[in-house]
């Protein structure tokens, strides 16, 4: 059974940003606004190996990404959760999957395809309001 | 000088929602949303000391946190840092000036008053888009 409860999953169907944590190498807290997708067990977020982001997630495999209602601003989902794993994306297919479900006009593949890896996190906890 | 760059600094000012990250206990990582206001040097937070987010800055002091601009997606400000200091606000009078800051209707004292707090972040390092 799913944690994520049916009052708030349309937070993490439409195309909103979501605030991703991690934590770096040196015990301080990092969190920036993130694309993702939902499969109905994992949440997918796209980035490169050669980003801070990756390194802390082969450290601290610990993530938590918190979405709020931008039309009801007090209405919001944390998702706490673990790396399920880190695939490659060599020729950016995912970056595309995400591109097209927020929107952003480019011409594929995407510069930095090469370096491209999805990280799939796993649930283990939500909090609402 | 302060670390926030001017050009960034209406995010601090506007009353945006930020997603202020904290480490749990176990390692695992949170991010919420929540008021917050600048003073130029602090970042400050309201929260109870009956709260998770008060236990997880007690042991460990590192938070960051992010706030992206409503009118362009892709443009967020990331302030990563360390409690300066947690101070008791038995009356609620800093519950009150975020309640008008972010326009938030409701009769003081606020119902939890006797357990309010004042969380004061200094910002370490930032990132932005």
């Given at each position: 059974m799913s944690l994520i409860p049916d009052s708030h999953l349309d937070l993490l169907t439409r195309p909103l940003c979501g605030h991703l944590a991690t934590r770096r190498d040196d015990g301080s807290l990092q969190v920036t606004p993130m694309w993702f997708s939902y499969d109905g067990t994992d949440l997918s977020f796209t980035t490169t190996s050669t980003r801070r982001k990756y390194r802390n997630l082969e450290q601290d495999p610990h993530l938590s990404v918190s979405i709020n209602d931008p039309d009801q601003p007090y209405r919001y989902l944390e998702v706490r959760g673990v790396v399920a794993g880190i695939d490659p994306d060599p020729t950016g297919a995912f970056f595309d999957t995400l591109a097209r479900r927020y929107g952003l006009p480019y011409?594929?593949?995407?510069?930095?395809a090469a370096d491209r890896v999805v990280i799939r996190m796993r649930p283990t906890a939500i909090s609402k309001q």
């Amino acid at each position: 059974m799913s944690l994520i409860p049916d009052s708030h999953l349309d937070l993490l169907t439409r195309p909103l940003c979501g605030h991703l944590a991690t934590r770096r190498d040196d015990g301080s807290l990092q969190v920036t606004p993130m694309w993702f997708s939902y499969d109905g067990t994992d949440l997918s977020f796209t980035t490169t190996s050669t980003r801070r982001k990756y390194r802390n997630l082969e450290q601290d495999p610990h993530l938590s990404v918190s979405i709020n209602d931008p039309d009801q601003p007090y209405r919001y989902l944390e998702v706490r959760g673990v790396v399920a794993g880190i695939d490659p994306d060599p020729t950016g297919a995912f970056f595309d999957t995400l591109a097209r479900r927020y929107g952003l006009p480019y011409d594929p593949p995407v510069a930095d395809a090469a370096d491209r890896v999805v990280i799939r996190m796993r649930p283990t906890a939500i909090s609402k309001q």
